[in-house]
């Protein structure tokens, strides 16, 4: 599904704050696969997971995404593709607080380039939060909601398009050690039912939950294991 080439990211290059943050970047992750990438802060791994989920571009290299260059595409195409075969959870849930579950999850349907009705929106959402286990509480404001509850109500909106590949940001970062063996056993679930999905983390126990590991240090692969 994903190929990565030499790929290269800097900030502010000649300047007194620039920095190479990727360099020289290469791996492949296949479909149906659960991958972490692992660093500790600074390594460059979020900034790896936010090119692969398209919302931030690469200097050089190449990035393929089911054999298409993502880098010759120009924002309305990478747009697209976030929105057709992509789900993306943030470190830090990302919810709107004042909305109910069901309204959060819902959200990325109202920006999506297929037209639905209400109808078949509210039914989209809803299955995505059955998904979750937090069905239940689709009427609830996500203010009123647990930890644990917010991030699977973040892993819902990540899937209510039904993604082919679910991008994840310290899903667990947040959590308690125990909501953060529920979350990886959630998102193990949703693996084997067919999504392919990279795990962003700084957590030992969480990157050994899956099939692979790639080890990025100082913003190189080090190791993939």
Not at 37 to 53: D, E, F, Q, R
Not at 81 to 93: A, C, L, P, S, W
Not at 134 to 160: D, F, H, N, T
Not at 181 to 193: P, Q, V
Request: with cysteine; charged share 30%.
């Amino acid at each position: 599904m994903i190929e990565i080439k030499n790929l290269n990211k800097a900030y502010n290059l000649g300047e007194e704050n620039g920095c190479e943050v990727l360099k020289g970047i290469n791996l492949t992750i296949h479909d149906g696969e659960m991958t972490a990438i692992m660093g500790a802060s600074g390594a460059g791994k979020s900034t790896l997971l936010h090119i692969l989920s398209c919302i931030d571009r690469y200097d050089n290299g190449e990035y393929l995404l089911d054999g298409e260059l993502i880098g010759r595409m120009g924002d309305a195409r990478m747009a697209e593709i976030r929105n057709e075969k992509m789900g993306i959870v943030m470190q830090d849930f990302a919810l709107i607080e004042d909305f109910t579950a069901l309204e959060n999850v819902m959200m990325p349907l109202d920006f999506s380039a297929k037209k639905r009705r209400k109808k078949e929106k509210r039914n989209m959402a809803l299955e995505a939060l059955e998904a979750v286990s937090m069905k239940e509480y689709a009427g609830k404001p996500v203010c009123k909601l647990s930890g644990g509850q917010k991030q699977r109500v973040a892993i819902a909106r990540g899937l209510v398009n039904r993604p082919e590949i679910l991008f994840a940001d310290e899903p667990t970062g947040a959590l308690d050690s125990v909501t953060s063996g529920e979350i990886m056993k959630l998102l193990r679930t949703l693996n084997e039912k067919g999504t392919t999905m990279v795990i962003v983390t700084h957590d030992r126990l969480v990157a050994e939950s899956c099939d692979r590991i790639i080890k990025i240090v100082d913003g190189r692969v080090q190791d993939i294991a």
